[in-house]
């Protein structure tokens, strides 16, 4: 539609002014505009627009205003996003997008008891809902329950994706436990242990975890190092007591990939 155009062009105001001359305004409407101001990072105005709507929600709505209360977290998108998920109707729980926004939503505002209830109340559960209740408890500081949700997947032959590995890798580089980071990685798929991302997630957490062996090995893997490869390794040196190394990879750097947080890395190991 013309306001999702205006929307992802940033022109919000264009896409207001249309907005406003629609007489009849159906769901899709509201949909797009919601969806157009959280694109926008004007969450305020979103949650705005949304209490204003009077007409029955579609499926997509739930999603972009539990998101839109994910990003948010104050007092009032809270009280928002739980109301709204406590009158959602019963379908929609099942339903793996909408769940996945939901339970997202209720791990930034640090309520893990209810996103735990939620997690279990879903009967067909997906990758991404795994690794949306990993990612929470990571932010909330509870990394080891990700270690039982992995043992959970494996037993129900759930295999994680791309982003769930990663937010596995995230709660080893937290735990700092060598087994845990061990097991894990023995088990990631070599395709997915290839990738850039995934390897300077694991430099990191070798470097974390104290094993300045095992980060080199990966460092020494990748081939198209970018700056986050450079700034995990100079950071794991940093870590483990190697300030020599660290100012030596530095210099190594090519000077276009430098940015500050290498700056601070180098600083750190001095």
Request: hydrophobic share 40%; glycine share 6%; with cysteine.
């Amino acid at each position: 539609s013309a306001i999702d155009m205006l929307m992802k062009f940033g022109d919000v105001e264009s896409a207001e002014r249309i907005f406003r001359s629609i007489k009849i305004k159906n769901i899709i409407t509201y949909g797009a505009m919601v969806k157009g101001y959280v694109g926008n990072e004007m969450f305020e105005k979103a949650l705005d627009l949304f209490e204003q709507i009077d007409i029955e929600l579609g499926d997509v709505t739930y999603t972009i205003v539990f998101n839109a209360c994910a990003k948010l977290c104050n007092d009032r998108a809270m009280k928002i996003g739980k109301e709204l998920l406590a009158k959602m109707p019963e379908n929609y729980r099942n339903d793996n997008i909408i769940s996945t926004s939901a339970l997202d939503m209720l791990m930034k505002f640090g309520d893990i008891e209810s996103a735990e209830r939620m997690f279990r109340s879903i009967k067909a559960k997906g990758t991404t809902i795994y690794g949306a209740l990993m990612n929470g408890y990571n932010l909330n500081g509870e990394s080891w329950k990700c270690f039982k949700i992995f043992e959970e997947m494996n037993e129900k032959d759930i295999i994680p994706d791309e982003i769930a590995w990663n937010i596995l890798i995230g709660a080893c580089s937290k735990s700092g436990m060598l087994h845990h980071c061990q097991y894990i990685v023995n088990q990631i798929p070599l395709n997915i242990q290839n990738q850039i991302r995934m390897q300077n997630a694991l430099i990191d957490m070798w470097g974390k975890c104290g094993s300045i062996e095992n980060a080199k090995n990966v460092f020494d893997l990748v081939v198209d190092r970018d700056t986050i490869t450079y700034n995990a390794m100079i950071n794991s040196f940093a870590l483990n007591g190697m300030g020599t190394q660290a100012v030596e990879l530095y210099r190594e750097m090519p000077n276009n990939l430098r940015d500050h947080i290498s700056q601070i890395c180098v600083l750190n190991a001095c």
